[in-house]
């Protein structure tokens, strides 16, 4: 399946990041819904042929644990992907309705998430911008990673003060080490920090390097993250909860379990057989 985004219709915009703009789209010859992220680019041609490769390994990825993208295009200086549409938005949207979700919910999270981490690291991708935004929901109680690969191709078009849009909040401390340049192990371990992270915030409400409605200020996280002991799960939590969440956020890369360990963890199986039924959490949110 390949859809041109010449061929599809603008219904109305489902939100926008740093980086560019996603609207929801639909196709005019088979009235299929997709969503489309633009993303405005300042790059010269050899650049651009660089990011129709990247966009290659984007459009192969193939697991029902990713969004699919079903086609790209490059034109005036916008690229363009056409996105398989996650009716019931982002784990951000989910919060920002919900505050904190319970344990059962977070484990099914983690679990359909560390099913797409593991997806991509056997495939040796790293996707390097896991956050709450960047997890999306369909009715289906589907859990899907987007945007990987995105922030790779971004980092390569932007000019290196810009090169990270967004937040640094969610990356692990090896990532701010000029000299580590992750080694192949410790990029995959640098996603398990961030989901780790993840998974804390939608536990808390808030995220842990983030005092409530604080604005990202990149020195002072930094200072965070890199210096201060890794946080750690609430008080209150189960065992299992607070065991999983010390894995992921461990300072050296080397001793985080690699995300197809964590699908075996006590945290993601001890609920298994009463599969858990995140219909709640989306009933209300309507996309
Ligand atoms: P940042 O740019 O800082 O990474 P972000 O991830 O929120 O932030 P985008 O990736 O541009 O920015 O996405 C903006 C919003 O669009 C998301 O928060 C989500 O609500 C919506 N969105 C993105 N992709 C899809 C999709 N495939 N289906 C449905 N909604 C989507
Ligand atoms: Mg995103």
């Known amino acids: 399946e390949v859809v041109d985004p010449e061929d ?13 703009k996603v609207y929801l789209v639909q196709h005019k010859a088979t009235e299929k819904l997709y969503a489309l992220k633009v993303i405005q680019v300042k790059h ?27 086609g790209s295009g490059d034109k005036g ?18 919060l920002e309705k919900h505050k904190a979700l319970g ?21 040796k991708i790293v996707h390097r ?22 922030s790779t191709i971004l980092a390569s078009t932007m000019a290196p003060c810009t090169s990270f849009v967004g937040t640094c909040a969610y990356m692990s401390p090896e990532r701010f080490d000029p000299d580590s340049h992750g080694g192949i ?14 998974l804390l915030e939608c536990a808390t409400g808030h995220c842990p390097f983030l005092s409530q409605g604080e ?46 360990s964590l699908l075996s963890h006590p945290f993601i199986t001890k609920d298994n057989g009463s599969s858990v039924d995140l219909s709640v959490l989306l009933q209300s949110m309507s996309l």
């Open 215 to 260: 604005k990202a200020d990149w020195p002072k996280l930094m200072v965070a993250i890199c210096y201060s002991d890794p946080p750690s799960a609430p008080a209150d939590s189960s065992p299992e909860f607070k065991d999983f969440i010390s894995k992921c956020l461990q300072k050296d890369p080397a001793l985080r379990p690699r995300a197809c």
């Open 103 to 123: 344990e059962p919910y977070l484990a099914e999270v983690a679990r359909q998430v560390l099913n797409g981490l593991h997806y991509l690291h056997i495939n």
């Open 185 to 198: 192990y410790s990029g995959y371990a640098a996603d398990i920090w961030s989901l780790g992270l993840t």
């Open 8 to 20: 599809l219709i603008k219904m109305r915009p489902l939100g926008h990041g740093s980086s560019g």
């Open 44 to 70: 010269e041609p050899s650049v651009s042929k660089q990011i129709l490769t990247e966009v290659d390994i984007l459009r192969r990825a193939n697991s029902p644990y990713v969004v699919r993208c079903y």
């Open 77 to 94: 200086g916008q690229i363009s992907f056409v996105l398989e549409y996650m009716d019931r938005g982002s784990l951000a949207n989910v």
């Open 129 to 150: 911008d896991i956050k709450p935004s960047n997890l999306l929901l369909n009715h289906k109680q589907e859990v899907k990673i987007a945007d990987f690969g995105v």
